[in-house]
């Protein structure tokens, strides 16, 4: 199916004031945006305008009972010039489960993908050409109708931003594991990129910055004793020769660049262990050492090395990733895959010509 989408230029472009040697990670929005309304029972046709501000009402129910949702993907220039979304279809399965938890309608795969593409090229030019920068693409879903009574809207407006991107850590950073502090407990909206999860989120990672660290690293809401997540990425070990990550629950996000990567490691020969982790493992990992990596993995990330880790009161540290290291290989091989200088024997690239 496709989609005639209306295009209203902008008559400002701000092409010209961007700096893109030195984007930093949502510092700029492009020119346009994608806006789609919902009510009396459907979604209506998608448009295209001059990013800018949306009318609503301090009464939308968004504010006040939180059902917002978004998902997080990238836009890539291949070698040949044609830009990329990477994997736009397991982004909207995602999406899928995020509305469906937050009781929001769910988005047809055409008209998600439709709209993600119209945008792109719409924005053509905003997709950067510099080495480990991409277009990132910010859809959002929101409850806007407008009344006080608690309650399921009836009303959403569905809207996608891009920005182009730099990387989102500069440097390997340092994380506190977390045992007081919950993000997410089974049962409850962990596995959901709904908007409450990273509210929630801020205060203890705000403390944890002021003892020194870039993010938390969390743990389970039960007993704090096995590893969730590291801030807002998923997070991976090496630990005698094999890549462990945590096994997937309703606590943590099924992310699709933890999928890529385990995907790929085991292409790499490595062995792939998908299961609890729990922090006396990880202490006696780095008592042995037998821990070589520990890294933070994500659309925003990417890969995002981790050289230190602050156990019950005990600094562990880890060498900086060299050429030799899996996560370093693995964000290569994923960058030359998305570039097109690899084959994408995954069907992972959705082309726009």
């Known amino acids: 199916m496709t989609i005639d989408i209306p295009v209203t230029r902008t008559t400002q472009s701000r092409l010209a004031e961007t700096d893109f040697n030195n984007l930093g990670f949502g510092t700029y929005i492009s020119d346009h945006m994608l806006v789609a309304d919902y009510h009396s029972g459907v979604w209506h046709k998608p448009y295209i305008r001059p990013f800018g501000e949306i009318g609503m009402t301090p009464a939308i129910l968004a504010l006040h009972y939180g059902q917002a949702i978004f998902e997080g993907m990238k836009a890539f220039r291949m070698k040949d010039g044609r830009i990329n979304i990477f994997r736009p279809h397991r982004h909207h399965q995602r999406l899928l489960r995020s509305l469906d938890r937050m009781c929001m309608p769910p ?44 309650k399921v809207s009836d009303e959403y407006k569905f809207v996608v931003l891009t920005s182009p991107v730099g990387p989102y850590f500069t440097k390997p950073i340092r994380v506190k594991v977390e045992q007081h502090y919950v993000r997410a407990a089974e049962g409850g909206t962990g596995f959901a990129k709904c908007a409450g999860n990273y509210g929630g989120a801020f205060y203890p990672t705000a403390l944890a910055k002021k003892e020194g660290f870039d993010q938390v690293l969390w743990t389970d809401a039960q007993s704090h004793q096995y590893i969730d997540e590291s801030g807002a990425m998923n997070v991976m070990f090496v630990i005698d020769g094999k890549i462990v990550t945590p096994q ?23 062995t792939v262990e998908q299961r609890r982790i729990s922090v006396a493992e990880l202490e006696t990992a780095f008592k042995n050492n037998t821990l070589t990596e520990a890294f933070g993995v994500g659309t925003a990330a990417v890969v995002s090395a981790i050289t230190g880790i602050h156990i019950h009161g005990t600094d562990y ?37």
């Open 107 to 150: 988005i047809a795969e055409d008209f998600f993908i439709h709209s993600l593409a119209a945008i792109i090229r719409a924005d053509a030019d905003w997709v950067p050409t510099q080495e480990g920068c991409s277009l990132y693409l910010r859809p959002v879903v929101f409850a806007t109708e407008s009344r006080l009574g608690v």
């Open 248 to 270: 997937l629950t309703s606590a943590i996000l099924d992310g699709v660049t933890r999928d890529s990567i385990l995907t790929l490691a085991a292409e790499m020969g490595m």
């Open 317 to 353: 540290t880890l060498a900086p990733p060299d050429a030799s290291s899996f996560q370093l290989r693995v964000k290569q091989l994923l960058s030359e895959l998305r570039a097109g200088i690899r084959p994408d024997t995954h069907g992972w690239n959705y082309v726009i010509d």
